[in-house]
């Protein structure tokens, strides 16, 4: 008898010993704010690991680092490169993916060791030792795993929703930075042509050929022009720091960079079948598919816990010389309740990401017509302003005529010339509007233009690197 006890002791000891060395140790990973501030400001277009991952992205060698000049897609992969936002992103999907392991987690089984003293006649001691195994039913594990990997896809879907929004801000800031840009040169050459005018003006009044309302016109004029390029010099630069941040780099990083804006013509309208194409391929569009998935999988886990688990329990015992065993078997009755809240809630869920997925399709039908009309009410005003300056052009070339024919002075043209380049603000600024607005296209369709259009259509995502920094 007293063999059994020690077997009965020793296997409860080599089961404890077995469940402490599959156990994890702790490793702690101090936060330091001084080491993350200090690598946030010394990140650097320069940097070796950004070469790889563009060279990687861009799929092409790179012979000359840091590249001579950084245009859009450059720009974008470098904000993949560095933006806190993706790392958010990949962290969140690196949970999601952990649960996955959770999920598919089956129960542990339990061991209870009861010692006791008998007051009676016989051996004083007593020894018990329970067993409890549970038995998951009606699937709830396969459930639970189903419901984990939508919702691992989901997370996934969000990292390229993330991607592009970091994306459409690189856009948005360098539309911004070259706007600014050229509307400094052509306030320069207005500038030049103010000068001019008013230098001839003043020498017009002193030969009694002009007055001097005329020439205090000119200086009037002449002088609120350096104002407008200080506006413009202030929105190059508030441009540019809001493209280093889009970058996810400090507004230093970008000293000396060569920025090379976008100077191709807009593309053309994609076919109406791209909206068809955003409504059901966009990543937030799969990405809220995959979130309903899983509101179906938790209402399915939900049903399945209506039925109890099953816990069988054998145990032996050392009672007064005699070994007992027993098996017992444990079940919750479902009496009081039959899981109706859980169940209640899980459909209440279920409706709520039916209505999210059917808000954002909505949403995306918003964007893109709101685009759409801005840019057909753009292209209006730029086709307006080119009529414009094509007679102010030809109005130009006449006035050149008249002046080689004594016919007209020199301020004359300088007027018409200033004309032209008021129309020539005014084309730019309709032009910005028109590239903002297929940039709001891009952002509703989630897929660049250019692509969609020459694929006629096919489904689409902005890149959107999910693997983890080189």
């Known amino acids: 008898m007293i063999k059994m006890s020690n077997f009965a002791v020793a296997l409860a000891a080599e089961l404890g010993l077995l469940t402490m060395a599959g156990c994890a140790h702790y490793q702690p990973q101090p936060l330091v704010p001084e080491t993350t501030a200090v690598d946030i400001e010394s ?6 690991g950004l070469k790889q991952f563009l060279a990687a992205n861009l799929h092409r060698e790179l012979p000359v680092w840091p590249l001579a000049a950084w245009d859009f897609d450059a720009l974008a992969c470098a904000a993949f490169y560095f933006h806190p936002d993706l790392d958010v992103a990949r962290a969140r999907w690196g949970v999601v993916q952990a649960g996955q392991v959770t999920a598919g987690e089956r129960p542990n089984p339990t061991v209870t060791l009861q010692p006791g003293r008998s007051s009676g006649v016989g051996p004083p001691w007593l020894l018990g030792l329970n067993f409890n195994i549970p038995i998951e039913t009606a699937g709830k594990r396969g459930h639970r795993l189903t419901q984990a990997r939508q919702l691992s896809d989901a997370a996934r879907l969000n990292l390229a929703t993330v991607a592009w929004q970091v994306r459409s801000r690189v856009r948005r800031s360098l539309l911004d930075l070259q706007a600014a840009r050229e509307m400094e040169r052509l306030l320069t050459q207005q500038q030049t042509i103010q000068t001019s005018l008013v230098k001839v003006l003043e020498d017009q009044l002193a030969a009694g050929g002009a007055s001097q309302l005329e020439v205090s016109r000119a200086r009037v004029a002449i002088e609120t022009t350096p104002l407008a390029m200080v506006d413009a010099q202030q929105q190059a630069a508030e441009a540019r720091a809001q493209l280093a941040a889009a970058l996810g780099v400090s507004a230093r990083a970008l000293t000396g960079v060569n920025l090379v804006t976008d100077t191709d013509p807009p593309p053309p309208l994609p076919a109406p079948e791209v909206r068809r194409q955003a409504l059901l391929n966009r990543a937030d569009v799969l990405g809220a598919l995959a979130d309903y998935a899983a509101a179906q999988s938790a209402l399915q886990l939900e049903i399945a816990r209506q039925y109890p688990d099953v816990q069988l329990g054998p145990g032996y015992q050392l009672d007064q010389d005699e070994n007992q065993w027993r098996l017992g078997f444990t079940a919750t009755l479902p009496i009081f309740n039959q899981n109706q809240g859980a169940i209640a809630q899980a459909t209440a869920r279920r409706t709520e990401a039916a209505t999210r997925f059917t808000a954002l399709q909505a949403r995306i039908v918003a964007d893109i017509d709101r685009a759409l009309a801005t840019y057909h009410a753009v292209l209006v005003k730029t086709g307006a302003a ?78 959107s690197p999910v693997s983890a920094k080189p």
Request: charged share 25%; aromatic share 2%.
């Open 43 to 48: 990140r650097s277009l320069a940097d070796v």
């Open 386 to 463: 080119d009529a414009l300056l094509a007679r102010l052009r030809q109005q130009e070339d006449l006035t050149k005529a008249m002046i080689a024919a004594g016919e007209a002075a020199k301020p004359a043209l300088l007027t018409v010339q200033l004309e032209y380049l008021t129309a020539h603000l005014a084309r730019l600024d309709a032009q910005v509007k028109a590239r903002l607005a297929l940039a709001a296209l891009e952002d509703a369709v989630q897929a660049p233009l250019t692509e969609v259009i020459q694929s006629n259509p096919r489904p689409t995502h902005s890149p």
